[in-house]
C-alpha cells in the first residue's frame, strides 16, 4: 500500500467490483482509454480480474485509488506490463466525478516513482489515445513526453515517457 498527500492506493480486490463496474459502465471514462474496455458489468469483471490477476502474475498491477478525506473509491492506477505491452507502463483510470481533482496526476507521480525505485526501471512509458487530451496532460504533469506513435490493440495510441533521471539521486 501506497499514501499520497490525498490518496491511498492499494492492491485492486473482489470487493472493489461494484465501485469499478460503476465507473466502467460510464462510457465517456471507458472511451478514453489505449485498451478496449465495455461498459457492461461482465466487462468489468474480465476488467478488474486481469489487473488482480497481472498482480500475481507480475507482483505489481495498477491500485484501488481511494481518497483518504472519505475512504471512496475514485479509480485505478498504477504500473503496468501485460504480455504485448511495449514496456513498463503506468496508467490511471478514475470516476468522472473524481475528474478534474488533481488525482490522476497524484497518482501518477506515485506508480511512476514506484518504478524507478521498486521495479528499478530504466524507462516508463503510458500509452495514450491522441483523442484524450486530459490523459496527455497527466502523462507531461508527471514528466513524461511524447516520445512517437504506435499501433496497440487495432488503434495508433501516442507513447508518452521518461528515462530514469540519475541512478545516484
Partial sequence: MLETERLILRPLAGADFDDYAAMLADP???SG???TVGTSPSDAWHSLAT???HHQIRGYSHW?????ETGKFAGRAGPWSPHGFPGLGVGWCLSREHWGKGYATEAGRAALAYCFSALDAEEVISLILPSNRRSAA????????????EEYHGQTVHVYGQRRQNRDS
Fill in 28 to 30: 465517456d471514462v471507458t
Fill in 33 to 35: 482509454l489505449a485498451e
Fill in 51 to 53: 489487473f488482480i490477476g
Fill in 64 to 68: 484501488a485509488v481511494i481518497e483518504k
Fill in 138 to 149: 497527466v502523462a507531461e504533469r508527471i514528466g513524461h513526453r511524447y516520445l512517437r506513435d
